[in-house]
């Protein structure tokens, strides 16, 4: 039984199909070598501009699609089906690249968005210090003004694409008595003297998604790479994080539609004392309840990146929905590891996999606790 889905138009569903047949053609082949490499290669970064699945909701003058939210949703939600782990797409296209349009000057903008729509220029950013990522108002990363230079002194660590970016959109105290009104976003060329790339993190799950600590020292850089105005960082991020948790939620929606799929095809060929796995009461009334489960998380989804595409997403709204799709996800994920048996702790299984790459979703984009905070403030 599938949810009618209409918050879809057609030509979203035409790049639906073309992302899907782009993960199956470039992706999945990969796989393995990836997990192997702890990393993408830049050539596939490369086909995937080519094909138009990068930033997607750029304007076309600078090389990007020119769509909107749905197509970024469509792509993601392909990307996930496919149990394609490591490509950071969305975090470049979706999450990244709208600071550069929304805040970037005209300049920034003619610098920085064709080389990272067509996939030849990676972008990643750093809010996350080793002291924590929860409270982003109390990093110690500092940008200190010096003539028409900022310099830069700090660490970050856990960041996405941190090993393959060109450049990175750090998030500095530049007013460090003013709290959260002393942040502001600083692009950081990986090209600057006294940048340096940590170790690669290793970690529980994502084997191929490139997760590293980032260290300034003394890194000077132009005030023309401010994005923005200066010690408005806060609110920016706020701002975004909001599509970014929406995007979270969208993906958990469909990899648990997925799984249940798998999961079900599994139970009915797998035999246990004379039947099928399938056969028992308790496998169809655990499936029932996932169904049900996936049926809330999509109605949800789709209700809110309605709202989206509308521009009436709130705040509150998108951590309501992170919130609800990740702790759903993740109790249907255990239930259903539990009834592929030892196999569903063997990685070569989706349903492995899913459950070491999945959990993260409860943390990252802003912790399970942070989002109960954020949607009691409403209450
Ligand atoms: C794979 C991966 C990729 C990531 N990518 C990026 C990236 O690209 N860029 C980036 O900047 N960061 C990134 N992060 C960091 C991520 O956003 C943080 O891990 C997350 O925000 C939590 O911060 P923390 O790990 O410092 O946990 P802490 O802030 O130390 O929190 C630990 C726990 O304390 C509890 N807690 C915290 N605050 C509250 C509260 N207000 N009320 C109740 N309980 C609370 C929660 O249970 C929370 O999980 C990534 C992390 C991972 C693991």
């Known amino acids: 039984m599938q949810v009618i889905r209409t918050v879809f ?17 470039e992706c999945m082949p990969h796989q393995e070598a990836w997990n192997r490499a702890g990393r993408v290669d830049r050539d596939t ?40 782990s490591g490509p950071g797409f969305s975090l470049h296209s979706d999450i990244i690249a709208p600071y550069i349009v ?14 990272v729509c067509a996939g030849e220029a ?36 856990f960041i996405s694409n941190g090993l393959n970016a ?8 530049t007013d460090p008595t003013a709290g959260a009104r002393g942040v502001s976003l600083i692009m950081v060329e990986a090209s600057r003297e006294g940048f340096r790339r940590g170790r690669k993190l290793e970690k529980v799950g994502q084997p191929a998604a490139d997760t590293a600590e980032l260290f300034f020292d003394n890194v000077r850089v132009p005030v023309t790479n401010l ?56 496998t169809k009334f655990k499936l029932a309840d996932v169904q049900a489960q996936v049926v809330a998380m999509r109605t949800m989804v789709d209700y809110y990146i309605g709202e989206h595409l509308r521009r009436r997403l709130t705040v ?23 009834l592929h048996g030892g196999y569903g702790y063997m990685l070569e299984y989706p349903i492995a996999r899913a459950f070491t790459d999945m959990r993260i979703a409860r943390v990252a984009g802003g912790a399970s606790e942070v989002m109960r905070e954020i949607i009691a403030r409403s209450l």
């Open 102 to 115: 929304r805040l970037g000057t005209e300049a920034q903008k003619q610098a920085w968005l064709p080389a």
């Open 122 to 157: 990676i972008l990643a950013i750093a809010m996350t210090e080793p002291g924590g990522g929860s409270d982003l108002k109390a990093i110690r990363t500092t940008a200190v003004r010096d003539g028409n230079d900022y310099i830069i002194n700090g660490s970050k660590t």
């Open 316 to 338: 509150q709204e998108a951590a309501i929905a992170k919130l609800y799709t990740t702790e759903t996800m993740w109790k249907c994920l255990d239930d259903m590891v539990q």
């Open 227 to 282: 994005l923005g105005e200066e010690n408005k960082g806060f609110s920016y991020l706020m701002q975004e994080l909001a599509q970014e948790r929406l995007l979270i939620a969208a993906y958990c929606a469909a990899k648990t539609e997925r799984l249940l799929e798998q999961t079900i095809q599994y139970v009915k060929e797998r035999r246990a004392f004379g039947q099928t796995v399938w056969d028992f009461q308790n």
């Open 9 to 25: 138009r057609e030509d979203h569903e035409m790049l639906r199909e073309t992302a899907r047949r782009f993960f199956e053609r």
């Open 166 to 173: 060109d450049m990175v959109i750090v998030a500095c105290k």
């Open 45 to 84: 970064w490369r086909k995937a501009g080519r094909e138009g699945l990068l930033c997607v909701t750029v304007p076309s003058e600078y090389g990007g699609g020119g769509g909107d939210f749905g197509h970024s949703a469509v792509i993601l939600e392909e990307l996930f089906k496919a149990g394609v």
